[in-house]
Nanobody, 130 residues
């Protein structure tokens, strides 16, 4: 059974940093692109970033580009999201999700559509205070 487990969320002041981790199991890592999407109350799901272990490419949403960095340790099936210069508007439940590599490539190496995720974890809360 495919599984993704997130950790690293918490409460931080504006301008601060957090590092999220996602550990995968039960699937072949390079068949998928792993990334993070978030959802705030009353808002739609928004992809933040994703990374392909097959070709090393990455994608970032415009709202986080330059502030967030995604990386992976493929041997450990782990993906990290380093979040710097956090803003109150980053407050959301963050989920680690898996996208088929073919779907990612079909969209020009982007993970920007909510329905791209085929399975995801239970989420970790990120709260940024002003």
């Amino acid at each position: 059974e495919e599984q993704l487990v997130e950790s690293g969320g918490g409460l931080v002041q504006a301008g601060g940093s957090l590092r999220l981790s996602c550990v995968g199991s039960g699937f072949t890592f390079d068949h998928f692109v792993i990334g993070w999407f978030r959802q705030a109350p009353g808002k739609e799901r928004e992809w933040v970033s994703c990374i392909s272990s097959r070709d090393g490419s990455t994608y970032y949403a415009g709202s986080v580009k330059g502030r967030f960095t995604i990386s992976s340790e493929n041997a450990k099936k782990t993906v990290f999201l380093q979040m710097n210069s956090l803003k109150p508007e980053d407050t959301a439940e963050f989920y680690c999700g898996a996208v088929y590599y073919e779907s990612y490539r079909a969209r020009g190496s982007r993970c920007d559509e909510a329905r791209q995720a085929v399975f995801w974890g239970k989420g970790t809360q990120v709260t940024v205070s002003s």
